[in-house]
């Protein structure tokens, strides 16, 4: 199956920095990718996604491209705020859908302090 | 819409009782299905359905029990609490032939004494 590796953090940093979150994959094929945001006392939400090789997916400010040569989707944001504090989850999507659903990494903890 | 409710979203059990957390969504989404979150252990999969009266098994389904009578809802239930089973609980679903979006309730959180 599939399994996902990102810093877990806590990462801190001040308002208006670029932000880089990495995230590794190993998976049979080429499958989709994601990003999730799980917010405080919220569930999670989709943020971003790409279906096939060298898609960048962006929303928010945020972007992620699909590198399948070096099997990773790195979020980036270049301007955090406050607001953008919160958990981000990668997720591999199983070939053809998969019943059983996404594969999360174990998520990053995001502060960003004023 | 409402999208995909959970309730309660706070419980307190002992040791040894029983509950179900309900999930309910409006979607018509044929894909249901439970997670536990806990820390530095990310969202492990419980339990899931592909549709009305079909369900399997996911990471973590011990204790654990599921039905699936109607699209609409999913109910999770806990035949015999532990404290193991302290953690924060979410249901999500997703459209047939739609990869990827899951749409989350907001989470249920379970405390075991």
């Known amino acids: 199956g599939n399994s996902v590796t990102q810093m877990e953090g806590p990462v801190t940093l001040s308002e208006e920095a670029f932000l880089t979150i990495n995230c590794t994959y190993t998976a049979t094929g080429y499958p989709s990718l994601f990003w999730y945001v799980q917010y405080p006392g919220e569930g999670l939400q989709l943020l971003l996604k790409?279906?096939?090789?060298?898609d960048k997916g962006s929303n928010k400010g945020f972007e992620a491209t699909y590198r399948k040569e070096t099997t990773s989707f790195h979020l980036e944001k270049g301007s955090v705020q406050v607001s953008d504090s919160a958990v981000y989850f990668c997720?591999?999507?199983?070939?053809?859908?998969?019943?059983?659903?996404?594969?999360f990494g174990k998520g990053t903890h995001l502060i960003i302090q004023p | 819409n409402a999208g995909v409710t959970q309730t309660p979203k706070f419980q307190v059990l002992k040791t040894g009782q029983s509950m179900t957390l309900q999930c309910a969504q409006d979607?018509?989404?044929?894909?249901m299905s439970w997670y536990r979150q806990d820390p530095g252990m990310g969202l492990r999969l419980i339990h899931y359905s592909v549709g009305a009266g079909i369900t399997d098994q996911g990471e973590v389904p011990n204790g654990y029990n599921v039905s699936r009578s109607t699209t609409e809802d999913f109910p999770l239930r806990l035949l015999s609490a532990a404290p193991s089973q302290t953690s924060v609980y979410f249901c999500a679903s997703r459209g047939q032939g739609y990869t990827g979006e899951l749409f989350f309730g907001e989470g249920s959180r379970l405390t075991v004494l």
């Open positions: 979607m018509n989404h044929e894909y």
């Open positions: 790409a279906t096939k090789a060298d």
């Open positions: 997720a591999p999507e199983p070939l053809g859908g998969g019943a059983d659903g996404l594969t």
